[in-house]
């Protein structure tokens, strides 16, 4: 497998390799390790092998629709598919198969992406560590003991394991990020509006975003550019100029103030986890950056403020599944026991927990103390922000609390997996870019994430700053239990 699809595009345009080739190594890969990892839901064999040939006539004719042009690639199974089982993680859209495709698929398509399969997830995107999906837990190719992260743990997974050199995850409280951190790859979060979320199964709405998962920095700034841009089919996406994310990533960091964010540290936070991202920033400070220490002190409750929005959005949103329309349809003797019988059947704990939750919320009586009070303080969160960005170009943390832990130890205590997310929670808040580069290994040998954020449509110092991290770390990609399996 090339180094990413950077190196890939550049053997592909100069006859090295094919785009079949390319393929074959992914499916390979997969084969040797989804009975491991159960990283995948749905492989295409047939149908990306279809794709793959067309690319490989494309570029024998001379055409050439784009970098991700022959690049394998794959897609949280919340994305929308034409023709391909789509179930969100959840036993309630079991044998869904939609009839069209999420923008962000036909972007790909359209540039001549090579789509290998549908990746796990914690049901409807609710959870951290991918133990919630109706089909099994995914595990992580670093060690298959440990949880690769979640929301979006199966498209981390495959991306650090090679079985596709993008995938594509939603991150509605750091579902890219997390994981990304979690497996030892590049997983970015872009501001929220710029990537259509048509076709994107719904958990928050106000919330979620779709980004990518990558090997480097270089390869997420241009599977950015492809997937980004005005959709009319969305009425929250952003119809402005759109930034080069690719533009910086040469420039280095010498000038720029970088805010260290005081809340995100301390207590909760791994040893090795601080060892490695006060090393990163002392390298950052060689590389002619003036550190910030900076204090948002609406930091320490977004977590309570966002476990009301999401769940009060998502009991609006998963009030579609009700059995009569599509998916699951468990017969009862009233309409009414009909619905009640299916979402029993098929949704999960989870879900279930975060629905009643919302509902909750927003009943008569609770709205303005709970909900309302909780948009308040995104208000002050972004309000913390904007004060923030006054004083520096970007901020940085850990992008977890700790590195991938043990499979099964949070999934009896809620309130410890949900805080598997407090670093990433406070961007999506406020609707910001944020990514996530490995810059190491811990004494266990399982990869640290540093997060880089961003002010709204700032995706081109966020890259620059995240490529300096990158050089700075020289981190390789090198999953251990993947090499086993090899």
């Known amino acids: 497998m090339a180094a990413g699809l950077a190196d890939a595009g550049r053997l592909l345009r100069s006859g090295e390799i094919t785009a079949t080739a390319l393929l074959e190594e992914a499916l390979g890969t997969a084969s040797r390790t989804e009975a491991q990892l159960h990283a995948f839901l749905t492989i295409d064999s047939e ?47 079991a044998g869904y198969v939609p009839p069209y495709d999420a923008t962000v698929v036909e972007r790909l398509r359209h540039g001549g992406a090579v789509i290998v399969g549908k990746t796990n997830l914690d049901e409807f995107a609710m959870g951290s560590s991918t133990e919630n999906s109706a089909y099994g837990p995914t595990y992580n190719p670093w060690d298959l003991s440990r949880v690769p992260g979640g929301s979006s743990g199966g498209s981390a997974a495959v991306v650090a394991a090679g079985s596709a050199l993008l995938g594509l995850g939603s991150d509605t409280g750091g579902s890219i990020r997390q994981p990304a951190s979690l497996c030892g790859v590049v997983g970015m979060k872009p501001t929220y509006g710029t990537v259509s979320r048509y076709g994107l199964i719904a958990f928050a709405s106000s919330l979620d975003q779709i980004g990518p998962f990558t090997r480097t920095v270089e390869d997420s700034a241009i599977a950015l550019s492809t997937i980004w841009g005005h959709d009319p089919l969305d009425s929250t996406s952003y ?3 759109y930034p080069d994310p690719v533009a910086g990533l040469e420039r280095g960091v010498d000038g720029l103030k970088v805010g260290i964010v005081t809340e995100l540290s301390g207590e909760g936070f791994e040893p090795g986890v601080e060892a490695a991202t006060g090393d990163m920033l002392g390298r950052l400070e060689k590389a002619g950056v003036q550190l910030v220490e900076v204090s948002l002190p609406t930091f320490e409750i977004a977590l309570s403020a966002y476990y009301l929005i999401a769940p009060a959005e998502a009991s609006s949103n998963l009030a579609r599944f009700d059995g009569i329309r599509y998916g699951l349809r468990v017969e009862g003797p009233t309409t009414e026991e009909l619905m009640a019988r299916t979402r029993a059947e098929g949704f999960g704990p989870e879900v279930t927990r975060r629905i009643l939750l919302g509902t909750y919320s927003l009943s008569a009586g609770y709205y303005d103390a709970f909900y309302g009070q909780a948009q308040r303080v995104r208000a002050a969160i972004q309000e913390d922000f904007a004060r923030a960005y006054d004083l520096v170009d970007v901020l940085v943390s850990p992008t977890s609390p700790t590195v991938a832990f043990e499979a099964g130890a949070r999934t009896s205590d809620p309130l410890a997996m949900y805080l598997s997310d407090i670093c990433n929670i406070p961007a999506n808040m406020a609707g910001h870019p944020a990514m996530t580069v490995p810059i190491g290994l811990d004494d266990s040998g399982l990869p640290i994430g540093f997060q880089v954020m961003a002010p709204p449509l700032g995706e081109q110092i966020m890259y620059q700053v995240a490529a300096e991290v990158e050089r700075q770390a020289a981190f390789v990609i090198a999953p251990t239990a993947v090499q086993v399996a090899r």
């Open 239 to 241: 119809a402005g100029k």
């Open 47 to 93: 149908g990306a092998r279809e794709a793959a040939a067309q690319a490989d006539a494309d570029f024998a004719d001379g055409v050439d629709f784009g970098p991700l042009h022959g690049i394998p690639v794959a897609l949280k199974d919340n994305l929308c598919t034409r023709g391909l089982e789509t179930t969100a993680g959840s036993q309630i859209l």
